[in-house]
């Protein structure tokens, strides 16, 4: 049962351009959306909340579609040090609260190259 | 400086040996969490506590044990019954804020069965 997929990539693209990526989930109770970065051998790092309206932060954004229930991550302006696996995370409703029910995507891998 | 620490980075285990991975947060979050992630592979929560001395079981908990008497520390212990330990473990803590649990990460521990 793969509750969020994401396309493992690699997307490769030159410095400057633009990249999005999909992640869908299967879970309707799905309640919060976020993105994170991860490097090579490092720890996932928050990048951004999705929120329902859609968020923008500098040259990234992000896009909740709840209806075909995926969210999307756009990098415009693409630079050598956004290269990363990005993480789509899904939190699960919960009356209890919502600990322990988020769900990871295997992430996307993005190389920007000179 | 706030943050989570986790040590070792690295860490060698004997088949058979019970090992114990250190999870410090002073950032005064109420949730802490422990997952493993695998090469090419999303996050698998293992366990996660909300309060202290009380832990819940994640999806992958077998062989593995937790305690947490301290709000700001949550060992994880990999047993000798956990049968494909190597991984990359990582413990990540949440303020338990309202409904939106964003959880952040510590460095990790790379642990290898020789």
């Known amino acids: 049962r793969k509750e969020v997929e994401q396309d493992p990539g690699p997307f490769n693209v030159p410095e400057g351009a633009t990249v999005a990526f999909n992640c869908t989930y299967s879970?309707?109770?799905?309640?919060?959306f976020f993105w994170y970065r991860q490097d090579c051998r490092k720890e996932p790092k928050l990048l951004m909340s999705?929120?329902?309206s859609g968020n923008e932060d500098g040259r990234f954004t992000a896009q909740l579609n709840r209806a075909s229930q995926y969210i999307s991550l756009l990098i415009r302006d693409s630079k050598l040090s956004d290269s990363a696996t990005y993480l789509c995370?899904?939190?699960?409703?919960?009356?209890?609260?919502?600990?322990?029910?988020?769900?990871f995507g295997k992430g996307t891998k993005l190389s920007v190259k000179p | 400086d706030g943050g989570i620490t986790q040590s070792p980075k690295y860490l060698f285990r004997k088949e058979g040996q019970n090992v114990t991975l250190s999870c410090e947060q002073n950032l005064n979050h109420d949730a802490m969490y422990w997952y493993r992630q695998d090469p090419g592979q999303g996050l698998r929560l293992i366990y996660y506590?909300?309060?202290?001395?009380?832990?819940q079981k994640g999806d992958i908990a077998e062989g593995y044990s937790v305690s947490r008497e301290k709000k700001e520390s949550f060992p994880l212990t990999v047993t000798s019954a956990q049968k494909n330990p190597t991984a990359f473990y990582l413990c990540a803590s949440s303020i338990l804020a309202g409904e939106i649990d964003t959880q952040y990460f510590g460095p990790g521990t790379r642990l290898t069965v020789l």
């Open positions: 506590s909300q309060i202290v001395n009380d832990f």
């Open positions: 995370v899904v939190i699960l409703q919960n009356y209890g609260g919502s600990q322990g029910n988020l769900i």
């Open positions: 879970n309707s109770a799905s309640q919060s």
């Open positions: 999705v929120y329902s």
